[in-house]
């Protein structure tokens, strides 16, 4: 595991916006790329999560899920 960079590139690579957990809420925001900004401000339900699927996962070696939830990388 390693923390992830709140960068530009990482926020093109993430993707939280196909995920069935991404809600109205969190797009409203243009929420994404928790990993690494840490926890969503909206109220999540875990309908599911695509984390093991993005590049950034294996880039940086991520084995958790719902960041959104639970908050960035550390
Ligand atoms: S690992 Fe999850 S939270 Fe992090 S950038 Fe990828 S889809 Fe978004
Ligand atoms: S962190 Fe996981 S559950 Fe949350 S929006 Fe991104 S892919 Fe979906």
Redesign the pocket.
């Known amino acids: 595991m390693a923390k ?1 960079p709140d960068t530009k590139e ?2 093109m ?4 916006g196909g ?1 069935p957990s991404h809600d109205q809420c969190m797009k409203d925001k243009m929420e ?5 900004r840490g926890k969503s401000t909206c109220p999540v339900t875990r309908n599911g ?3 093991g699927g ?4 294996s880039e940086f070696d ?1 084995d958790a899920l719902y ?2 939830e639970t908050g960035a ?1 550390e």
């Open positions: 992830v990482n926020l690579k993430c993707v939280c995920c994404g790329l928790f990993c690494a999560c695509i984390c993005c590049p950034l996962a991520l960041y959104c990388e």
